[in-house]
């Protein structure tokens, strides 16, 4: 029984572990276009949002903002993934949408180069978060979708673009998600 019980634990921590590395040891591009992954937030509750400068959701940067300052020290990171997909509401360059989240919403949470969240050219990140793997499959619909994944890398929770982001739904996950240990 002891063996069996040992086995259960070793798999559990197991699947977890992988569950963490798949998305953390996907490549990306930061704002700045240098290389990195997910690896350097292991261990912290993410809020990943495919965000837009001229969108009508583009005000949920400063809610976006906010739930990142009021939550960022008990280890929540929020990620903006820029995104071009729909009607053309992200056409400017990377320095272009820095620029425009720093002056305009006082950014300070991470900002990613800008990908695909669908279709043929879609990024392996979108692909993990939203495929027939992901608990929450299905195409992004529109800019400011959002994707809480737990510090164990597994994806906890998904909510379409009309959920605010200081929302009482998404608060409460997030609190919850940063509770569990």
């Known amino acids: 029984m ?3 019980l040992a086995l ?3 798999f559990s921590a197991a699947t977890m572990f992988a569950a963490q590395s798949d998305l953390a040891g996907i490549p990306l591009k930061d704002i700045n276009g240098k290389d990195t992954s ?3 937030y292991q261990g912290k509750v993410l809020l990943m949002v495919n965000v837009a400068s001229k969108c009508g959701y583009t005000p949920q940067y ?3 903002e906010a739930t990142y300052r009021k939550f960022k020290d008990q280890g929540l990171a929020v990620l903006g993934f820029p995104c071009n997909q729909f009607g053309g509401q992200e056409p400017g360059t990377n320095e272009e949408i820095k620029q425009f989240c720093s002056s305009k919403y006082e950014v300070t949470f991470s900002l990613f180069d800008k990908l695909n969240v669908k279709g043929a050219e879609q990024h392996a990140l ?3 978060l939203t495929g027939k793997e992901s608990p929450f499959p299905g195409d ?3 800019n400011f979708e959002k994707v809480l994944v737990g510090r164990d890398g597994k994806i906890i929770k ?3 673009s009309k959920v605010a982001p200081d929302s009482e ?3 409460k996950a997030i609190e919850a998600a940063l509770a569990a240990k």
Request: charged residues 25%; without cysteine; glycine residues 0%.
């Open 140 to 142: 992004v619909k529109w």
């Open 8 to 10: 259960a634990t070793l």
């Open 169 to 171: 739904e998404v608060t």
């Open 38 to 40: 997910l690896k350097a």
């Open 62 to 64: 400063k809610s976006l």
């Open 158 to 160: 998904r909510w379409p």
């Open 2 to 4: 002891k063996t069996i």
């Open 126 to 128: 979108y692909a993990a």
